[in-house]
């Protein structure tokens, strides 16, 4: 791998961050309920994971991604375009099938091997991009975020680059005998390609596939040119399930993940993908602000129970005093056994017998 002249030298080890996430599990759960990411501070997922958790980081595709993994066929999960691994390590921690990623950056390569061994789930992580055929590419770092590097000169400004092998889909699984029941694919409008180079694999083994369609450039045409004769529907994830297939891939300002399923997703698939997504809704930040606003939530929440209870004291105290009252009353009107009328002459009377 060779890095474009003029770049700088070696730098001092950049400070991480570290996030944890909580998973989108039942209450309760006898599994995994977390995992956290430790990642160079100036990477933006880390960052943008930190802000919202999984509750705000696509969960409507993570909520497809994890239906499908439900209900898809026999076979591995693999994340082309993997940045720091975040597929991979749900895929990993809430499910068995095999895991592998694929990020041609070597920083966020190692990033997502961190990341995956620190968790205990260790699965591999190859630093290579994928496209059409095999051999080697230049491949351009955005001057922008690190989430928009890609193999396409000119997608965004670009000051460096590096020169990375390339690999496909058919080739690996040739080589490795493993093959993807769920194909996610984030290569910043190279996608066509990885598809072209994953022909053989689709036509034989028919994975779910999750696929990003940016707006531009646009690369829709490119894509139904791609797959329409798999004989594949394709859904726009955005809005609520079950999604509708479309005519054609159109960009979207706002949604960029397409769903492209093998058969029109079944009633089953569709609660799936519900269900998870309610259940991402309670994986918010975890953070000192996040913890200090959930404190404050159980502080009042525990105010209030006392206040409750102060109440309940209160009118128990009240209660009880009138009921003592009225024995006291009670017990002054009834005359005493020998000689004795009254409470007063009692009391006389024992005080006596101690003097005595």
């Not at 439900?70 to 591995?76: I, Q, T, V």
């Not at 993997?82 to 070597?106: M, T």
């Amino acid at each position: 791998m060779s890095v474009r002249e003029g770049d700088p030298g070696q730098e001092a080890p950049e400070e991480l961050r570290v996030v944890p996430l909580r998973l989108p599990v039942e209450t309760g759960s006898d599994g995994r309920e977390w995992i956290v990411c430790e990642a160079p501070r100036s990477m933006l997922v880390p960052r943008m994971l930190a802000a919202t958790g999984l509750a705000g980081y696509e969960p409507d595709t993570i909520a497809c991604f994890l239906a499908a993994l439900e209900l898809a066929g026999d076979g591995a999960v693999w994340d082309v375009g993997a940045n720091i691994g975040v597929y991979g390590l749900i895929a990993k921690a809430l499910g068995d099938r095999d895991v592998r990623g694929f990020e041609a950056v070597p920083d966020l390569a190692a990033a997502a091997t961190a990341a995956a061994v620190g968790n205990g789930l260790d699965y591999p992580i190859e630093a290579v991009a994928l496209g059409a055929e095999p051999g080697e590419a230049v491949f351009y770092l955005s001057d922008r975020s690190d989430t928009s590097n890609s193999l396409a000169e000119g997608f965004r400004p670009s000051s460096r680059s590096l020169t990375v092998p390339v690999d496909t889909v058919d080739e690996i699984v040739k080589r490795t005998g493993e093959h993807p029941a769920v194909l996610k694919i984030d290569t910043e409008t190279t996608e066509p390609d990885v598809l072209r180079g994953a022909a053989v694999t689709i036509a034989e083994h028919r994975p779910w596939i999750l696929c990003e369609v940016l707006t531009r450039p646009y690369c829709g045409p490119a894509l139904m040119e791609v797959i329409e004769s798999w004989g594949y529907q394709w859904f726009l994830i955005k809005g609520e399930f079950p999604l509708v297939p479309t005519d054609e891939i159109e960009g979207d300002a706002e949604a960029m993940m397409w769903l492209l399923a093998p058969e029109a997703p079944s009633p089953e698939f569709w609660a799936a993908a519900r269900r998870w997504r309610e259940r991402l809704n309670a994986c918010g930040p975890v953070g000192p602000q996040a913890e200090l606003k959930a404190l404050r939530a159980e502080l009042k929440a525990e105010r209030r129970k006392t206040r409750q209870v102060r109440a309940k004291l209160s009118a128990l105290k009240s209660s009880a005093t009138m009921q003592a009252g009225g024995i006291v009353a009670d017990v002054a009107r009834r005359p005493l056994r020998g000689t004795l009328a009254a409470p007063g002459k009692a009391l006389r009377l024992w005080r006596s017998r101690r003097r005595g």
